[in-house]
Nanobody, 122 residues
Framework: HVQLVESGGGSVQAGGALRLSCAAS????????MAWFRQAPGKEREAVAT???????DYADSVKGRFTISRDNAKNTLYLQMNSLKPEDTAMYYC?????????????????WGQGTQVTVS
């Protein structure tokens, strides 16, 4: 069983920055794809960024150039550095992982999920 625990959310003014972390209780090479999703009230959950075991990344157009996803395999930890935050970035942010290789950002492709951490930008 894989457990994912997010941290680092909070409230920030527009233009500010936050760094999210996701600690995973798994062997580092058993999880190939990790991702950050977000869900705002009344909206569908959307993929923000994905990263595979080799460090290949993919981003939603809305966050390109502002967010950076990274993973530390030695620490089994996923990160999301969020800069130049906008009010439209306000959402619950979720860490997700799967043993399969990354193949898009559909939520159904990820077997493991964290409980979420709230990000509010005003």
């Amino acid at each position: 069983h894989v457990q994912l625990v997010e941290s680092g959310g909070g409230s920030v003014q527009a233009g500010g920055a936050l760094r999210l972390s996701c600690a995973a209780s798994i062997f580092r090479y058993s999880i190939h794809c990790m991702a950050w999703f977000r869900q705002a009230p009344g909206k569908e959950r959307e993929a923000v960024a994905t990263v595979d075991t080799y460090g290949n990344t993919d981003y939603a157009d809305s966050v390109k150039g502002r967010f950076t996803i990274s993973r530390d395999n030695a620490k089994n930890t996923l990160y999301l550095q969020m800069n130049s935050l906008k009010p439209e970035d306000t959402a619950m942010y979720y860490c997700a992982a799967d043993r399969s290789f990354c193949n898009g950002g559909a939520p159904a492709l990820f077997a493991y999920w964290g409980q979420g951490t709230q990000v509010t930008v005003s």
